[in-house]
T-cell receptor, first 116, second 115 residues
Framework: DGGITQSPKYLFRKEGQNVTLSCEQN?????MYWYRQDPGQGLRLIYY???????QKGDIAEGYSVSREKKESFPLTVTSAQKNPTAFYLC???????????????FGDGTRLSIL | AQSVTQPDIHITVSEGASLELRCNYS??????LFWYVQSPGQGLQLLLK??????LVQGIKGFEAEFKRSQSSFNLRKPSVHWSDAAEYFC?????????????FGTGTRLLVSP
């Protein structure tokens, strides 16, 4: 079955350490997204990518970085510059049609990041 | 830019009772509207979407939503709630028209189901 796989499910970060969250999709979707979820704040967009080798900052990109070298993969790195990284991170994907505006997003099961 | 408000943080409903979750949006033209459900520790699952046409939209798991332009609302309903419906529900709004558009999510409503 097609879907989005996020790994690991749980991740712990030490002070000053960068960590990378994996996101892989086999839905043949062009667009991919990273969200951060904190209690009571809903989903906030970190980065998104419409096409391979291109990505844009979302609303809370500071302290994060991404790459999009393959259509299927959109890893997120939480850098040491992100001072409050403890959150639930969700990856999503959607088709990207130039004639159809917003499209439904399909989500992975998330990665919970905590600070040691 | 579009925005969405879910005014209820928590709602408790008795099993078998009807449910309505509120969603109000702000957008200058006809929006694209979505409802998602999230179980604890899981990702979001799409329940239903509205793009155009019939304002009453049917979704999965017996849910429906009605788009009311005059009230800028897209409330989610279910006639009889089951214990398995306990979860967090998110409304999202996107821009229509051509070109790539992001979704904006509400802060969610947590549904509790009492026996």
């Amino acid at each position: 079955d097609g879907g989005i796989t996020q790994s690991p499910k749980y991740l712990f970060r030490k002070e000053g350490q960068n960590v990378t969250l994996s996101c892989e999709q086999n839905l043949n979707h062009d667009a991919m997204y990273w969200y951060r979820q904190d209690p009571g704040q809903g989903l906030r967009l970190i980065y998104y990518s419409q096409i391979v080798n291109d990505f844009q900052k979302g609303d809370i990109a500071e302290g994060y970085s991404v790459s999009r070298e393959k259509k299927e993969s959109f890893p997120l790195t939480v850098t040491s510059a992100q001072k409050n990284p403890t959150a639930f991170y969700l990856c999503a994907s959607s088709i990207d049609s130039p004639h159809r505006g917003s499209q439904p997003q399909h989500f992975g099961d998330g990665t919970r990041l905590s600070i040691l | 830019a579009q925005s969405v408000t879910q005014p209820d943080i928590h709602i408790t409903v008795s099993e078998g009772a009807s449910l309505e979750l509120r969603c109000n949006y702000s957008y200058g033209a006809t929006p694209y509207l979505f409802w998602y459900v999230q179980s604890p520790g899981q990702g979001l699952q799409l329940l239903l979407k509205y793009f155009s046409g019939d304002t009453l939209v049917q979704g999965i798991k017996g849910f429906e939503a009605e788009f009311k332009r005059s009230q800028s609302s897209f409330n989610l309903r279910k006639p009889s709630v089951h214990w398995s419906d306990a979860a967090e529900y998110f409304c999202a709004v996107g821009a229509g028209g051509t070109g790539f558009q992001k979704l904006v999510f509400g802060t969610g409503t947590r549904l509790l189901v009492s026996p």
